[in-house]
């Protein structure tokens, strides 16, 4: 299979709580991006963390790397509503080109 | 909205069949992606192209091909259809290869069905 790993595979919090999701990838990376997609549509580019950064914040969301255990978080605070969708990250390298996790489902109950 | 338009939305075809998908490149955006992705799951790569070659293929059979045009929109055609090709398909364009840190911009899909 193509895909990563991302974890939880669901996630249901109340909202203005702080969702983390995670993500592991198995090649080295040039850079990671992390999508969001609402139900059945396209996939939105939220944030993109190259490989030689550790951390990346833009507005509520907050990004981490760590490519020693090959892995990324992606932190959303003071969640909304808004923010339910199925969240992706991807992986591109020269060499396999682009693998997506299998994505985490996150749930904002109001 | 991100300026990658896909056709058509949704489609229907019997096992067998050929089917041809449509995208159309953000301006300015020389490269083009193709991914399927089965219900539940994510996204998986096919191919991309730049300036009208083939770059980068996933782990996909041959009846899988693709074309890129001289403006850059792009088809993805699929042969002998399976069941198992049901699944929303996603154009994405950027500039240059993704893997140099380039942002990709995401059609809306095209939904196949195949019965």
């Known amino acids: 299979s193509q895909q990563g790993e991302e974890d939880p595979q669901a996630l249901s919090i109340q909202e203005g709580e702080n969702a983390t999701m995670n993500c592991s990838y198995k090649?080295?990376?040039?850079?990671l991006q992390w999508y969001r997609q609402n139900s059945g549509r396209g996939l939105v580019h939220l944030i993109l963390?190259?490989?030689?950064?550790r951390e990346k914040h833009s507005g509520r969301l907050r990004v981490t790397l760590d490519t020693s255990k090959k892995s990324s978080s992606l932190l959303i605070t003071a969640s909304r509503a808004a923010d339910t969708a199925s969240y992706f990250c991807?992986?591109?390298?020269?060499?396999?080109?682009?693998?997506f996790g299998s994505g985490t489902r996150l749930s904002i109950r109001p | 909205e991100t300026g990658v338009t896909q056709s058509p939305t949704h489609l229907i075809k019997t096992r067998g069949q050929q089917v041809t998908l449509r995208c159309s490149s953000q301006?300015?955006?020389?490269?083009v992606s193709w991914y399927q992705q089965a219900l539940g799951q994510g996204p998986q790569f096919i191919f991309q192209?730049?300036?009208?070659?083939?770059?980068g293929r996933g782990n996909f059979p041959p009846r899988f091909s693709g074309l890129q045009f001289p403006n850059y929109s792009s088809e993805l055609n699929v042969n002998a259809l399976e069941l198992d090709d049901s699944a929303l398909y996603l154009c994405?364009?950027?500039?240059?290869?993704?893997?140099?840190?380039?942002?990709?911009?995401f059609g809306e899909g095209s939904w196949l069905t195949v019965v």
């Open positions: 994405a364009s950027s500039r240059t290869g993704v893997d140099y840190g380039n942002t990709i911009y």
């Open positions: 090649t080295s990376i040039n850079n």
């Open positions: 963390i190259r490989s030689n950064e």
């Open positions: 991807a992986s591109y390298s020269s060499a396999s080109k682009i693998i």
């Open positions: 301006s300015g955006h020389n490269t």
């Open positions: 192209y730049y300036r009208e070659e083939e770059n």
